[in-house]
């Protein structure tokens, strides 16, 4: 299947200036550039008269100009050479969208349906991007199971002494899977189990679904009592879109956002952004030094001691394959 079939965000929408950026999705080379009318445009970061960057090159008005010889593109790829005026030629253009606080891309040529964020009612707390250095299939299997997190993460997560109580269900279909977990909660500090409204002996609620055009998962949050179901006073909601750059490395974009039964504008959600970011940012940092750390960053799950946590893994692959590479999946089928 040809590159970019899919919308991918590339960028936070603040990540782009005045300067264009370069960007390598799932082995393609773009550069985002912002236009004087602050439309985001990309086209592939090869000047067609002799290679050039075009992210080396500065933006002139609505047109991005090459560094090496001046030659200037238009967000549809359109070029003009100042020195040989009747000599035209074309980069690679992409269909840009900024929405949600992202820049979207896709192939010119490909139809898929845009991602739609259920957020209605939440509050939006941040956009983080991350980068890890370890291929797609392993960066979601990090963030697909909760095994991890006793040991991995800091507040987040299910005790390890506890961890043989924690529910997991798996609900798959053509094209989602989905992960329900809930189990005793993590010890969380004192005033931040305040702050959320989390009772004692509260159950941790850990319920995503995984999406695969593109890559992408969204995670409910909150805790609740399991006598009563009486929840938290927060909850969260993140999207996180898992971006290839290569075959090693890969992107992470997250959404983040609240909903609060506190009074006020956004449930108070202001007042506790900054914290809960900072928790947000830590806690994705944690997951990159395990990733990062791991002995062998081969994709394949072959020759794994699986869990009962660990489904997902081969659910997921079968999906990846088949849906987001456009692949026959069968093979790596778990
Ligand atoms: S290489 Fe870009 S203008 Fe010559
Ligand atoms: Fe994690």
């Not at 999705?25 to 550039?33: E, K, P, S």
């Not at 009074?263 to 928790?279: D, I, N, Q, T, V």
């Not at 990159?288 to 489904?311: Q, W």
Request: aromatic share 12%; charged share 25%.
């Amino acid at each position: 299947m040809p590159g970019l079939m899919h919308w991918h965000p590339v960028l936070l929408g603040k990540q782009l200036g005045r300067r264009p950026v370069a960007v390598r999705i799932d082995n393609t080379d773009l550069v985002i550039f912002r236009t004087a009318t602050g439309q985001a445009a990309a086209l592939a970061d090869v000047c067609p008269h002799r290679r050039m960057r075009l992210s080396m090159g500065d933006v002139i008005g609505q047109k991005l100009r090459c560094l090496y010889h001046g030659w200037t593109f238009d967000a549809a790829g359109r070029g003009e050479s100042p020195g040989t005026p009747k000599l035209h030629a074309c980069a690679t253009a992409y269909d840009v969208v900024e929405r949600y606080g992202a820049i979207w891309v896709k192939s010119l040529e490909a139809a898929p349906r845009f991602p739609h964020l259920d957020v209605h009612g939440f509050y939006n707390i941040c956009n983080l991007q991350h980068s890890v250095r370890a291929p797609l299939e392993l960066v979601v299997d990090n963030f697909c199971e909760i095994e991890h997190t006793p040991t991995t993460h800091a507040v987040f997560g299910y005790p390890l002494d506890r961890m043989h109580e924690v529910k997991v269900e798996f609900q798959a279909t053509d094209t989602t899977v989905r992960v329900i977990n809930q189990g005793p909660c993590k010890r969380l500090p004192a005033p931040l189990r305040w702050l959320l409204g989390v009772g004692k002996d509260y159950y941790f609620m850990d319920d995503w679904t995984t999406h695969f055009s593109p890559v992408y998962s969204v995670y409910d949050h909150w805790w609740q009592c399991p006598r009563t179901g009486r929840p938290s006073r927060v909850r969260w909601r993140l999207f996180i879109f898992f971006v290839p750059i290569d075959d090693h490395a890969c992107n992470l974009f997250t959404f983040a956002y609240t909903k609060s039964c506190y009074p006020g504008p956004a449930g108070g959600a202001r007042l506790f952004k900054w914290l809960m970011r900072r928790r947000l940012d830590h806690e994705i940092r944690l997951d990159i030094r395990v990733l990062e750390g791991l002995a062998d960053h081969n994709p394949s799950i072959e020759g794994m001691k699986l869990s009962r946590f660990d489904k997902s893994l081969g659910l997921n692959r079968e999906r990846i394959e088949r849906i987001y590479r456009g692949r026959n999946a069968l093979r790596l089928a778990g």
